[in-house]
């Protein structure tokens, strides 16, 4: 089997099944916080980090005018080609989350699946924060979610999945490979095995993801305070009917911004 040593973003077919063959709870979840906590009208939504904008296409199917940014072009470019091919009318730019304008105030933000952790530093944390409070009319909200350190309890890091489209099938694998509490850093190994009727290829990829204290978090929300009011947390279970409280146990949260 041919191996590659690349970044997964820079495949955004393959990303695209790995990632996108089952989004009905996260669909179901984000429809239903737009109904519960999202005072007016919900019609413009925007995905900071859109990938392959895996979630956005549906929702523009469903009707909502859709945008979004990532710093990978390839995935702008797939995400792009699909919103045109299915003749909706959003289309996504080439960008950097941590400090970010938009041409037009939407009504609802959401970025699940720890993208928010790429961004290694306080700074650019708090900068996609107050980037977002831009792009976000007073009373929208901002659906953020991602994996927290618990500081009591085990971290359960290591995952293996397959997803299956047509006649391509993929073995994804995820594992620690280093943790750097001080720094706040962590590399997870990622690996795609693929197998097509035509290629079977191996992607090797490291990511870097900063890492989230209970603690660290609650002083990230304090210092945007003034802009985001956070309104509920939920786990990656995505009921929308469970929301849960927070402590140092917990490993996934999605928290729901209320824009003040
Ligand atoms: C785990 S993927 C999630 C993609 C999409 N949100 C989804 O749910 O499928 C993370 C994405 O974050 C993007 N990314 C990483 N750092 C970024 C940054 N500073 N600004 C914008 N996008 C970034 C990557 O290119 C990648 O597409």
Redesign the pocket.
Known sequence: MKTTKASI?DFPKYYDLV??SDTTAEMNFLKGCFKKYVKGRVKRLF??????G??LYRLGKEGYDVGG????DK?VDFCNARLKRLKLKGRVQV????DFEVEKPFDVGF?????FR??LSED?AKGHLVSMANAIRTGGIYVLGFHLTPTHGEADDEEAWSAKRGQTTINTQMWPVSKDAKKRLECFGIRFDIYTPTETLKINDVLRLRSYTLKQFQSLKKSVADLWEPVDYFDFGYEIDKPNLINGATQDVITVFKRL
């Open positions: 973003y990632f996108g995905e900071p980090a859109c990938g392959t895996r979630l940014i990532d710093l990978n995935a960008g950097d989350m941590s970025n699940t699946i720890n993208s790429h961004l650019a």
